[in-house]
Structure formats: structure tokens, C-alpha cells
Nanobody, 125 residues
Framework: EVQLVESGGGLVQTGGSLRLSCAASGFSFDDYAIGWFRQAPGKEREGISCISTEHGDEYYADSVKGRFTMSIDNAKNTVYLQMNSLQSEDTAVYYC??????????????????WGQGAQVTVSS
């Protein structure tokens, strides 16, 4: 059974940092691209980052490029999203998700095969 469990969300001040974790089980990172999405109130879901080990793909949305970094710890079966220089517009629920396709699925904010439950990130000024 595939499971994706996010943690690390919370409240942070503008300019601060947070690291989200996604504990993964039931599949291999070699077989799936894994991405991070976010959805702010009243806005559409946005695919913000992706890594595909199988295809050597990596993707960051322009909105987070240079501030967010995604990484995979294979030994811990955990994916991280390091978020720096956070701004109020980064406030959203953040989800990790996997697809049997490539990172263009995340870039296009298309549906994924499996989703985590989400973690709230709130950036206050």
C-alpha cells in the first residue's frame, strides 16, 4: 500500500524558513516521479517541484525557483522540501504526490497517482 505522509508545516514569519518532509512507503523512488504541490485558498493547485530519479528530471516552478530545494533521502524513504525566504504568497496547504509519469505531470499541475494528506504552511508578516 502506497503511503505519503507530510510533516513540518506550521507558522513562520516573512523571510523565514521551513522544511517539509514526506515519509514515503509502498513504492520505489526509481519507479515514480515525486512532486510537491500547493493550494492556497481560492486558488488552483500548483505543482511547484519534482524529482524523477528514473528519468533524471528535476523541476521547479518559477514562483519558487531559487528559494525552494527538493531532495530525497533514500535511506529514510523521505522526501524533503526546504523552503527559504518565505513570503505571504507561499501560504498554502502543501502536498507531496507521486506519478508513474515524468515531471511534466507536476509542471502541468495534472493529477497524480497518489497524494499525501497535506501540511499547512502559513507565512505571516
Amino acid at each position: 500500500e502506497v503511503q505519503l505522509v507530510e510533516s513540518g508545516g506550521g507558522l513562520v514569519q516573512t523571510g523565514g524558513s521551513l522544511r517539509l518532509s514526506c515519509a514515503a512507503s509502498g513504492f520505489s523512488f526509481d519507479d515514480y516521479a515525486i512532486g510537491w504541490f500547493r493550494q492556497a485558498p481560492g486558488k488552483e493547485r500548483e505543482g511547484i517541484s519534482c524529482i524523477s530519479t528514473e528519468h533524471g528530471d528535476e523541476y521547479y516552478a518559477d514562483s519558487v525557483k531559487g528559494r525552494f530545494t527538493m531532495s530525497i533521502d533514500n535511506a529514510k524513504n523521505t522526501v524533503y522540501l526546504q523552503m527559504n525566504s518565505l513570503q505571504s504568497e507561499d501560504t498554502a496547504v502543501y502536498y507531496c504526490a507521486i506519478t508513474g509519469g515524468r515531471c511534466w505531470v507536476v509542471a502541468g499541475s495534472y493529477d497524480m497517482n497518489y497524494w499525501g494528506q497535506g501540511a499547512q504552511v502559513t507565512v505571516s508578516s
